[in-house]
């Protein structure tokens, strides 16, 4: 696989954990005992801590690519094995 194919499916991946890792960890100011800014949303994040979910997204994601390429290398589910998780083999599609 060329370095770009790989560069594009890993920045697919990060993107799609750092959805999953955004909402960890979140206290409204509510929940923080600080009373609201004029304006502030009462749902709104106190203290978003992004540098922290930006380095849990960006290990999350290596592994899990890491597992993809290592996959795609040899190949361990290849995609009749993983069709055949779902769908009888014996049958016609």
């Not at 540098?51 to 994601?61: G, M, P």
């Amino acid at each position: 696989m060329k370095w770009y194919s790989l560069l594009a499916i890993y920045l697919l991946f990060w993107t799609f954990t750092f959805f999953l890792v955004l909402p960890w960890g979140v206290r409204t100011s509510a929940e923080a005992g600080e009373p609201l800014v004029p304006g502030q949303a009462p749902s709104a994040p106190h203290a978003p801590r992004l540098r922290r979910k930006l380095i849990a997204t960006t290990l999350v994601s290596a592994a899990v690519f890491l597992l993809f390429w290592a996959n795609w290398e040899r190949e361990w589910i290849t995609r009749e094995a993983f069709f055949a998780l779902f769908f009888d083999p014996a049958k016609p599609r």
